[in-house]
């Protein structure tokens, strides 16, 4: 018996494998991967098998454009809907003052960062593809909107035949400046909008390889210095015109210079404050993220210090600080575009819809593969083409992903889009009920809206940098051999 088994365990290690293969040489390897099997069809039968749809295929298609036809009747309710409750409160809560910060980024009044904040953000629940991206306002794009409002409705063309020493006359201006970069705003968001449902349309979707990680980011950070430059007077309480377009950043901090010793003393209290206040909590938030439950909402506390000390102190009529003003109740008619204004906007739409793009779909990438799940790029063009051109008909300017909404939803505990649609339901609250209850916030609290180009403007330094990235890129895959 032990005999055997020592013959058993001999013949074990002795056992061998023996592994054949035919040898491929460049040549016979180029053959083989290129060799294509096709069978030659007319131009009629390739007509025919396009536009051959059968049940299965058209319940491909259906939820390929509607993905939430896929994942809602699979929703486990008892795991996830706890989470995206919780998820889309702490999003809502941040949506409320970046919608009205990035609202007057984009040259216009709060209450259509309002309108941005909403439309879109539940339009993306039903045709998104990422769980974990919150859709609305942000300051990139907010700033290349307002960047094309003013150049297209500067204050001087505006200001002639008012009076600004006469309050009736002075109303009357601002009234109809805001009107009409509203309506540059709007059509902005119309355009870009079909523009990404085209080029989603069209398979269109690899174009975000052009916008890698480090061209993103200079981008943004660039971006910030001119949110920081434009926002610079309401910190100080000065009264300056917007400048858009090349050296823009210079003649802002020039004309700011020019007028520091007209400094409001109380908005710059209030403005210092409100900063002061949001690092404490950011630092808190940083310090204590593993104790936290969820991270300390310091955006809408300080909105809401701030509403509440300017109320009481009537800190408009009595030290002129510049507050939100009227936000009007209830939500607004649908009303088409200016679709005269095309032309003159085209190529800073393109941009736009671009930018927006590949800021959502970057971080659409990152957490699906996070979580480990698929996004479709194709599908992510049509659903923001679909939230900017829907929305634009409800007074929206262009939207996409904003970076730091998107971590709070995903690390307050969301798992899917019910999270975004219940932010936007509390943007809702906002604008039908109480969203007069924000009219004195002081303009200063605009000092949170930050994150392009210094010196050439955001439009100018995108099309560099996507220039130069594209020629990098089509330079390396031509002549892969030198790198």
């Not at 131009?43 to 049940?55: A, D, E, P, W």
């Not at 509403?307 to 003003?325: C, F, I, K, P, Q």
């Amino acid at each position: 018996m032990e005999h055997a088994q020592e013959h058993e365990a001999c013949l074990e290690q002795t056992q061998m494998y023996c592994v054949e293969r035919p040898i491929y040489n460049q040549e016979l390897l180029q053959g083989q991967l290129h060799r294509r099997e096709r069978t030659p069809q007319t131009l009629r039968q390739k007509i025919v098998h396009s536009c051959r749809c059968s049940s299965k295929k058209a319940k491909s298609h259906l939820y390929s454009f509607l993905p939430i036809l896929k994942w809602l009747p699979r929703y486990p309710v008892k795991e996830y809907l706890l989470g995206d409750i919780i998820s889309g409160i702490s999003t809502g809560v941040m949506q409320l003052p970046q919608g009205l910060a990035y609202a007057l980024l984009a040259a216009v009044p709060p209450v259509f960062g309002l309108y941005s904040s909403f439309y879109p953000v539940f339009l993306y629940t039903f045709f998104g593809t990422s769980k974990h991206i919150s859709i609305g306002t942000f300051a990139v794009i907010s700033m290349m909107v307002g960047g094309v409002a003013v150049r297209q409705v500067p204050d001087e063309i505006i200001s002639v035949g008012y009076n600004s020493t006469n309050a009736t006359d002075s109303f009357e201006y601002y009234h109809a400046r805001d009107t009409k970069r509203v309506q540059v705003a709007v059509t902005l968001a119309f355009l870009s909008g079909i523009i990404q449902l085209c080029l989603g349309f069209l398979r269109f979707g690899f174009v975000a390889i052009y916008l890698t990680e480090p061209l993103v980011r200079g981008f943004t950070t660039a971006a910030a210095v001119h949110v920081f430059t434009s926002q610079l007077k309401y910190l100080l309480g000065i009264k300056t015109n917007r400048y858009s377009g090349p050296l823009s950043v210079v003649y802002s901090i020039a004309a700011v210079l020019s007028k520091i010793t007209t400094t409001n003393i109380a908005a710059l209290i209030v403005g210092l404050t409100c900063i002061v206040l949001l690092f404490i909590g950011k630092e808190i938030n940083l310090r204590f993220k593993k104790k936290l439950p969820v991270p300390i909402p310091m955006e809408i506390i300080v909105v809401i210090i701030g509403t509440g000390v300017s109320a009481g102190m009537n800190l408009s009529e009595s030290y002129r600080v510049d507050v939100v003003g009227n936000i009007p109740q209830g939500l607004r008619a649908p009303a088409v575009p200016e679709i005269q204004l095309i032309p003159a906007i085209f190529v800073d739409a393109i941009a736009i819809a671009i930018v927006g793009f590949s800021m959502a779909v970057s971080m659409a990438k990152i957490f699906a593969l996070k979580h480990g799940y698929t996004i479709d790029g194709n599908q992510e063009l049509i659903a923001l083409g679909i939230c900017n051109s829907v929305g634009s008909f409800f007074q929206s300017f262009p939207i996409t992903c904003s970076m730091s909404r998107s971590l709070v939803q995903e690390s307050t505990g969301g798992k899917t889009q019910i999270a975004g649609a219940l932010s936007s339901i509390m943007v809702l609250l906002v604008i039908v009920a109480i969203g007069y209850l924000f009219e004195p916030l002081p303009q200063a609290i605009w000092m949170v809206a930050f994150v392009a180009s210094l010196f050439l403007g955001l439009d100018y330094g995108l099309l560099t940098a996507v220039a130069f990235a594209m020629i990098t890129v089509i330079y390396r895959t031509q002549r892969s051999d030198f790198f």
